[in-house]
């Protein structure tokens, strides 16, 4: 069979043919390749996010991921802290004898710049930071960033370095380093949030012993009082508030210790309230018992003890900006006679049984720490068999509903007129008057305050 002279330009046709299609193959082959690369990175990048619960070794990793997502020879990590200063985090560099000088340069290159100035300067990418490094880079090194944020706030700056002239800062690469960036972000908002949580945690759990304290030193139970039958109860606003009640044994006797008291001997009934809520106003509240208890003992006047009280809690109030309102009374179970002064307190509402009608129990007196030289006036009355008194904190007039409206004193008097005409004991009235409270309030409304009250009803 004889050649024909157009079959060698078909043969050379061929192969010139199949050449592109080779290096087309090569060349998805080798984008395969590098988009595998890309997705195990970030994926390593993400199952270490998830995985590592210390930042640090999070941080570890990151100059180097934006490394080799970007082809780069190196990469760094910079953070602002709340200095102001800018401090290198974290190198990646594979000589570790250029990774020394590389470091040195960085350092040296932020060690008087702080944030503070590159903010100033911001012009839409902070130039100064990047111009202020390239300076002390080497000639032939190159660096490319992007910026780290944090709840829109600019907390650093992510940095690759490469030493290839033909490198280019191309938009895929800046896409890579800046999705690095952002799980830095979030690893670093995660650390943050889990430093609140603890920090939480530790308050919570302070809080609780705050209030197991707190309850401790409210009395765990009426005392046993000749002719006189007692209840009461202190709803916190929180775990811990403000509110104080106590019952005091009293024994003027010095020789005659309280414990040995006599049945008869008097007893001091106490209710305040510490401007505020929360542990500050319980920390009052609990050194008011402390110096109220030790200022008992002396054997003045209700509004004598008053006056000193104030005296000596004058100068810790005045510091603290608070104020205390206390109603002070004691009972003598012999005499039947009530002695009281109050300091600006809600005065007790008294029902007379005889008279089915109700008195309020006030004195004249400022609060609490707001003048060294108050004075406090005393008062008595004599409760008769039936008689119903109750005092209580503010917590329960102040108290709100979803609209607005308080439930003020009228309505806590006839609350407590309508339960002493159909409720027998203390407990009961005290039942009553709370119920009536969360029906007013209703599920939906928050208590502002602390709520206390005290039942005493003479037999």
Request: charged share 20%; aromatic share 8%; with cysteine.
């Amino acid at each position: 069979m004889t050649q024909t002279p157009n079959q060698p330009t078909d043969r050379h046709s061929s192969a010139t043919d199949i050449t592109p299609v080779v290096a087309l193959k090569e060349l998805v082959a080798r984008l395969h390749r590098e988009q595998h690369k890309i997705q195990d990175l970030l994926s390593s990048l993400g199952f270490a996010l998830r995985s590592f619960s210390n930042l640090n070794q999070f941080l570890e990793l990151i100059p180097l991921m934006a490394t080799r997502v970007t082809d780069a020879d190196g990469g760094a990590l910079f953070l602002y802290k709340p200095n102001g200063q800018i401090t290198l985090e974290r190198l990646h560099w594979q000589d570790s004898r250029e990774r020394k000088s590389i470091r040195k340069a960085l350092e040296t290159a932020t060690s008087q710049l702080s944030f503070a100035a590159v903010n100033a300067h911001l012009t839409g990418s902070p130039a100064i930071l990047d111009d202020q490094m390239q300076r002390y880079l080497e000639p032939d090194i190159q660096l490319f960033g992007t910026t780290i944020l944090v709840k829109h706030t600019e907390r650093g700056r992510l940095y690759v370095f490469s030493r290839e002239r033909e490198y280019t800062w191309t938009e895929t690469r800046q896409k890579l380093v800046r999705l690095v960036a952002d799980q830095t972000a979030v690893a670093i908002e995660n650390d943050e949030l889990s430093v609140e949580l603890r920090k939480k945690e530790r308050l919570d759990r302070e809080l609780e012993i705050g209030a197991e304290i707190q309850l401790r030193l409210l009395p765990r139970q009426c005392p046993t009082i000749p002719g006189v039958s007692l209840a009461a109860r202190c709803q916190p606003a929180n775990r811990v508030g403000g509110d104080y009640y106590d019952f005091i044994p009293t024994n003027h006797n010095p020789t005659q210790p309280q414990l040995e008291a006599n049945e008869f001997s008097p007893w001091s009934l106490v209710i305040g309230d510490v401007m505020g809520k929360g542990v500050p106003a319980a920390l009052i509240m609990t050194m008011t018992r402390g110096m109220l208890r030790g200022e008992v003992l002396n054997g003045h006047s209700p509004g004598t003890i008053l006056h000193h009280l104030n005296r000596v809690m004058y100068a810790d109030l005045e510091n603290s900006h608070r104020f205390v309102t206390l109603f002070y009374s004691e009972y003598d179970p012999q005499t039947r006679i009530l002695s009281y002064s109050n300091a600006a307190q809600t005065p007790p509402l008294l029902w007379r049984a005889a008279t089915k009608t109700i008195q309020r129990l006030d004195t004249l007196g400022m609060l609490i720490g707001l003048d060294i030289n108050s004075q406090y006036e005393d008062a008595q009355i004599r409760l008769e068999s039936g008689d119903t008194l109750i005092y209580y904190t503010d917590g329960f007039t102040d108290a709100a509903n979803q609209n607005g409206d308080r439930f003020e004193e009228d309505n806590l008097i006839a609350a407590f007129s309508w339960a002493c005409h159909h409720h027998q004991s203390p407990q009961e009235i005290l039942d009553y008057l709370f119920a009536q409270i969360e029906k007013f309030i209703g599920t939906t409304s928050d208590r502002g305050d602390d709520m206390t009250l005290i039942v005493f009803q003479a037999l």
